[in-house]
């Protein structure tokens, strides 16, 4: 994951031909890319959409967000998947635009996940972290590729991740045990690297579950891909707003970088 | 037909529109998702003589009509851009306006000889002197008219290249201070810096900032900005890089009728890269409207 990105991201208008709402205020969003003037790029796991909300001035920023799925990329009718969660302004507007609605992308952008060349991955999701990491389950079903997927949420209510629909090995749970298995995401992937022996762990999820994941991965010497979280601005690295510090005192530019990065680059911010 | 070219202080653009500082990165970033067609000139982000990491995260936050930020000037330094990046920017051919920035008038001295010396595409040196003078307890530059001054002299004497000076509209009265950059031997205002704004969480009480506050840029403080540009204009009549808040073509008569020669965009970049293109295809239907054959017909002609 080294050496400079190309940039590919294109601006497109595509037509919203799903939106349901999912788990709480957890919303699939389906995108039509067939009407869309610009030929999007196929998107990599763990690369992600700059999503405009909303046209005019009021609301200048796009909000980042990262791919779910994609569907017949190759044909025509193809799709992409979103899943936004209802937080503040532009993500609620996203959620309650109708189907037939238009939405602007920008993207594909960043670096997505490296897919593992040999052995079992485990895939670590904490809450939305399930967002790319469902994505790069299904690719690595495309390509048969093994897996063990644990997908980890604070509680029923707000808990997405339909494992039955996947190849790979996995489980729901949530901390305080109201669906799925009782645990967290960190505890249970622990419990897998105990069971099994893994060349690749990735990992999406809140900053500290993120930063105990990796160190749980470098203790076991496991090469680790984190998905980082940033406040952005642009998406395309002109701005510096999403820059953090990497552990080797240089700055992580998380959009145009990353947003995967090696655990190793990555200093974790204390979570108040 | 409408010609969109402008002479900014002796510098012969195609357009007026010009990239704000800080919006543009090292120019290199943008060129690869949009042609820089329609565009008069790039404002690089600001350099400084050392490399700077910039501010703790979060380092922006969107509000209503625009955003905060608190980057903190992070930067490559300036002989990382001149070895880095300065080749591909003069390969790209556009005018570069390069920003600098510094804690003493020695450094900003220093940094315009340095910039100067540059071969190719670079046709003027923007001053950012909304950054602390170390020498003076911290206050920044642009908020006393002697400094400001005195950083604007520092740069006309150690470069032969145009000077703009940056100011602040968060200041006492801005046209002292307009007044005293021209003094100094400026060649033109860019007008205006960020205001300084905060916001907070209000359910965590946490800042939306992780240095507290930042400043605060897009269309909600263009009202600010274009008294700015009419004020400065009017007491100075050096020619002006006006903006702040530009969203459309209409915006950018507007700015021209305060007093701007050549208008900036810079929070718009944000929402879509290629704002500027899209600005440069609207601005000649509207300037049909106005009469105006050329930009140089609009600069100033605000009827009061």
Redesign the interface.
């Known amino acids: 994951m080294n050496g400079a990105v ?2 590919s ?3 497109g208008r595509c037509r919203i031909s799903r939106s349901d709402k999912v788990a709480g205020s957890i919303h699939l969003v389906e995108l039509e890319i067939r009407d869309c003037p610009v030929d999007l790029e196929r998107p990599r796991p763990g690369q992600f959409f700059q999503v ?1 909300c909303a046209d005019g ?6 909000r980042p967000l990262s791919v779910h799925g994609i569907t017949q990329w190759d044909e025509p009718g193809h799709s992409l998947e979103l899943l936004v969660e209802d937080v503040g ?2 993500t609620h507007r996203l959620c309650s635009l109708s189907v037939g609605s238009e939405v602007e992308l ?1 993207g594909p952008l960043g670096r997505g996940f490296e897919m593992p060349r040999a052995g079992k991955a485990l895939l670590v999701a904490g809450g939305m972290g399930i967002a790319p990491l469902f994505f790069m389950a299904r690719e690595m079903d495309h390509v048969d590729a093994g897996y063990d997927l644990v997908a980890g949420f604070k509680s029923g209510d707000c808990a997405y991740a339909p494992l039955a629909c996947l190849k790979g090995g996995g489980v729901l749970c949530t901390e305080d045990g109201s669906a799925g298995e009782k645990g967290t995401a960190v505890g249970k992937a622990a419990g897998y690297m105990e069971r099994s022996v893994y060349s690749m762990i990735y990992v999406c999820g809140p900053e500290a579950m993120m930063a105990e994941m990796s160190r749980l991965a470098e203790k076991a010497d496991i090469p680790c891909q984190v998905s980082l979280v ?5 998406g ?10 990497g552990r080797n005192g240089d ?1 992580l530019c998380v959009c ?1 970088e990353g947003p995967v990065f090696d655990s190793t680059r990555v200093e974790w ?1 204390c979570v ?1 | 037909m409408v010609d969109l070219s402008i002479k900014l202080a002796g510098i012969d653009l195609k357009s007026p529109l010009v990239l704000a500082s800080g919006t543009a990165g090292y120019g290199v970033e943008l060129a690869s998702i949009c042609g820089y067609s329609g565009l008069g000139a790039v404002t690089l982000k600001s350099l400084t003589i050392m490399p700077r990491p910039g501010n703790r995260s979060p380092r922006v936050w969107e509000t209503t009509g625009g955003m905060l930020n608190s980057i903190g000037l992070e930067n490559a330094g300036v002989d990382a851009f001149l070895s880095d990046f300065l080749p591909q920017l003069n390969e790209l051919g556009v005018p570069l306006i390069v920003s600098i920035a510094g804690e003493t008038a020695g450094e900003y001295a220093l940094l315009a000889r340095r910039i100067s010396g540059a071969p190719g595409s670079i046709v003027a040196i923007e001053v950012n002197v909304s950054c602390p003078n170390v020498e003076k307890g911290g206050l920044m530059f642009g908020a006393e008219p002697q400094a400001s001054g005195a950083v604007t002299s520092a740069v006309v004497e150690n470069t032969g290249l145009p000077v703009f000076t940056k100011l602040s509209a968060s200041v006492f009265d801005i046209v002292r201070i307009a007044e005293a950059v021209a003094a100094a031997g400026a060649s033109g205002l860019s007008l205006i810096n960020t205001l300084p704004g905060m916001a907070i969480n209000p359910v965590t009480g946490y800042p939306r900032l992780g240095t507290v506050s930042g400043g605060l840029s897009g269309p909600a403080i263009k009202p600010v900005a274009v008294k700015a540009v009419w004020d400065c204009y009017r007491a100075t009549g050096l020619p002006v890089i006006g903006g702040g808040g530009v969203y459309n073509a209409l915006d950018v008569v507007e700015f021209m009728r305060a007093g701007a020669t050549a208008v900036s965009i810079g929070t718009a970049t944000f929402q879509n890269p290629c704002r500027f293109e899209q600005i440069a295809c609207e601005l000649p239907d509207i300037m049909n409207r106005t009469g105006a054959l050329r930009p140089a017909d609009l600069v100033g002609s605000v009827k009061v």
């Open positions: 190309k940039l991201g294109r601006c405009k001035p009021e609301h200048i920023l796009r302004w532009g920008l940033s406040r952005m601005a642009c395309i690295g002109v701005c510096r707003g999403c820059a953090r510090p700055n145009r911010i108040q």
